[in-house]
């Protein structure tokens, strides 16, 4: 009777610690893992400093542990604070590194107008299975090459949660939907809400192998329209569009089919005076050449080259002084036409006009009295 029940409380021993086994294993880790650290350290994607610091090498239960382990209290160079700190692999550190920079600070700046300055952390090493569920596989945890976020804090002190930001104000759905799909085309695994009842307030990013080389990205990934542009009050408006740059150069129209073409000699056109072209003989363009002495062509001083083109001044032109009109001068009687008068309007019809007295009748009573011994 006692055999029996010594038998009865030993098999739920054995019983939990064959589960033990089965959960973690005795076998070592996969020989690509060291391979993955020593290459990330040997590239130097991982600079320790004083908010990435080396640790002692890792060995968990079973396969748990990490040969390169880094206690991480921020990333991107200081500039997010990660909280609480996290240990981690250095291939994963790496690659969050780059999405933060790459894809998140981006996305921030255009969904929400400010930086992210801080990330919240679930989880990070940790040795255990799969969703903490007993039986199931070792999780990416156990190696410390998954992280899971939750929470993006801004400039300004705003929090972005993923479990309320996925479906609440418009730019931070945008905002959640933009980074997952961009870690959906960088990390292995990337498990967010929707993917079942364990990830709806986080992210999940891992950089899991795979035999099929397949990656996991649940939910799919998706993107939103881009945000609407909006004032200093936040109203939205119609996006304006920059204005056109005036091109550098302008473009030449294409010749004509009976145009002549340019020859390298013809001068632009010049404003003023046209300017006197001069040979390298100094004689004029145009002037023919003679031989005679006094006209022999002088030797030329000037050296070989084009010709010299001088500017004459503009001559100065001289205009008569104004004269006001005389006060005395002779004016035509009103019954001379003005179209009668010559070329000179001050001259009367009484001195010129001879015509004017010969057609004009003249009255005997106007005449003056005969002389005596006159007819």
Request: proline share 12%.
């Amino acid at each position: 009777m006692a055999r029996g029940v010594g038998l009865y409380l030993v098999a739920p021993l054995v019983a939990l610690g064959l589960a033990g086994c089965r959960d973690f294993g005795f076998e070592a880790r996969d020989p690509w893992r060291a391979e993955a650290e020593e290459r990330c350290i040997a590239e130097m994607l991982v600079q320790p400093s004083a908010y990435v610091e080396p640790e002692s090498a890792i060995e968990g239960r079973g396969a748990c542990g990490m040969n390169h382990p880094f206690k991480v209290s921020a990333m991107s160079s200081g500039y997010v604070t990660v909280e609480p700190k996290a240990t981690l692999g250095c291939p994963i550190i790496g690659e969050v590194d780059r999405w933060l920079a790459e894809a998140v600070q981006p996305a921030a700046a255009a969904w929400l107008g400010e930086q992210v300055v801080e990330i919240k952390q679930f989880s990070a090493y940790s040795c255990r299975t799969v969703n903490n569920q007993p039986g199931g596989n070792i999780s990416e945890h156990a190696f410390g090459n998954a992280l899971d976020v939750a929470v993006f804090k801004l400039a300004s002190g705003r929090e972005v949660t993923v479990e309320h930001g996925w479906k609440g104000a418009y730019e931070e759905r945008g905002f959640l939907r933009q980074i997952h799909a961009a870690a959906c085309e960088r990390f292995s695994t990337v498990l967010g809400p929707g993917a079942d009842v364990f990830h709806y307030n986080h992210f999940h990013l891992d950089l899991a192998r795979r035999a099929s080389a397949r990656s996991v990205c649940r939910p799919a990934a998706e993107e939103l329209p881009p945000p609407p542009y909006r004032d200093r009050q936040g109203a939205p408006v119609a996006r304006q569009m920059p204005p056109q740059s005036p091109p550098m150069m302008a473009a030449r129209m294409p010749p004509r089919q009976n145009d002549l073409p340019l020859s390298a000699n013809v001068q632009p056109m010049q404003r003023g005076p046209a300017p006197i072209v001069v040979q390298r003989d100094g004689r004029p363009v145009g002037e023919p050449l003679s031989l005679t002495p006094q006209n022999a062509p002088r030797a030329a001083t000037a050296p070989s080259g084009p010709a010299v083109i001088e500017r004459q001044p503009y001559p100065a032109q001289s205009y008569p002084a104004y004269a006001p009109p005389s006060p005395n001068r002779p004016v035509p009687p009103g019954s001379v036409p003005q179209a009668k008068l010559g070329a000179d309007a001050l001259t009367t019809g009484s001195i010129d006009k001879r015509r004017y007295f010969k057609e004009t009748p003249i009255l005997k009573s106007q005449l003056p009295d005969a002389a005596p011994g006159e007819d």
